[in-house]
């Protein structure tokens, strides 16, 4: 059975920190790109992170550049989200994906061709 159990999520207040972790398992990790999209509230999925190991590149939405930071260790099948001077407007459900298409524009552009999702995890900021 193909899992993605997501992890770290809570309430915070602007500026703090958090830390979310993805498990895979289910699948060969190494073979499928890996990243995070989030929604919020009344709003779109949007990407955040997206690592292909195939192409040796981390890609990172603007809105989060130089605050969140992206890696993995594919020896635990597992992928990080570091979430500094986190502000309100990042408030959402945050999730893991998997695919096996590495473009970072197709994955954003077109969410539905993700092979697997998480179920979610809450992050809230408070101002």
């Known amino acids: 059975e193909v899992q993605l159990v997501e992890s770290g999520g809570g309430l915070v207040q602007a500026g703090g920190t958090l830390r979310l972790s993805c498990a895979a398992s289910?699948?060969?990790?190494?073979?499928?790109?890996i990243g995070w999209f989030r929604q919020a509230p009344g709003k779109e999925r949007e990407g955040v992170s997206w690592y292909s190991k195939t192409e040796g590149h981390t890609y990172i939405t603007d809105s989060v550049k130089g605050r969140f930071t992206m890696s993995s260790d594919h020896a635990k099948d597992t992928a990080y989200l570091q979430m500094n001077s986190l502000k309100p407007e990042d408030t959402g459900v945050y999730y893991c994906?998997?695919?096996?298409?590495?473009?970072?524009?197709?994955?954003?552009?077109?969410?539905?061709?993700?092979?697997?999702w998480g179920q979610g995890t809450q992050v809230t900021v408070s101002s």
């Open positions: 289910g699948f060969t990790f190494d073979d499928y790109a």
């Open positions: 994906a998997a695919s096996r298409v590495s473009s970072w524009v197709i994955v954003t552009t077109y969410p539905e061709i993700v092979d697997y």
